[in-house]
């Protein structure tokens, strides 16, 4: 409420579904009510009597002076009557929008100031999901994405919505980007203040050649593999660049410069010239996992 009193009348009931508009909590108004038919009424007799001097200006009764006395009278009557009906109506809570009513936390009786809450409602026919992302990722999230919502209330079962928006500012302290996405809710299942883990779809899934992280050399002049290459005298090595892709976990992806199938050299790699000569030991196995974890030695 914005403005204090004691409660008369509880017309929601916790748990139901309100419509837009309808009454939810009313204060007592007898007060303001009387004072707005006073009111009221003092704007009626004014109307009466400026509509005489109406007439009366038509026939020269009165003088112009006196007839604009008569009409600000009315129009002062009138809008004191209205701001009174005004502050009446600011001791009825209704409902701005439909939705449904949480937990009621005042009775008749009771008596509120302003800024007291008596009453949630919630519109839960589609709901907002907030999270952060790493700047890093921002460029991966645009609105129109589907996302998938898992919740531990609701184990086995996923919600589909889409990203709706991608804040424009990255937070200056996390360095993170806050998104939001709607979800469709005609179940009502999901509702405000839940937790939950969001998965954002990228599209299908790409295929990629890959190779151990440690056959990548970098250098000002771009990224660069050795090849273990048959010659005279047995394999040696050769220089080829390659353009790398995204990385997961010990695996960097190639994009260009090699082709499958070709034997690489997969450590050492910053010993190697071209036409080094090479031999083959399998038994020094690089890490190649692409989800590694943690090992405890």
Known sequence: ???????????????????????????NDEAEQAQYRALQAAADLAKVT???????????????ADYDSLEADLKAKEASAQALKAAAAKKRLAAPFAGRVGIIATSPGAYVTPGTAVVTLQQLDQVFVDFALPQRDMGRVKPGQKVALALDAYPGRTFTGRVTTVNPKVDGGTRNVQVEATFANPGQALVPGMFASVTIEEGAPASYLTLPQTAVTYNPYGSIVFLAVQGQGGLHAQQAFVTTGPTRGDQVAILKGLEPGAQVVTSGGMKLRNGTPIKVDNRVKPANDPSPAPQEQ
């Open 1 to 27: 409420f914005e403005v204090p009193g004691v409660v008369v009348k509880v017309e929601a009931a916790a748990g139901a579904t309100a419509r837009e508009g309808q009454l939810l909590v009313s204060l």
């Open 50 to 64: 400026f509509r005489r001097a109406k007439e009366q200006m038509q026939s020269r009764i009165i003088s112009q």
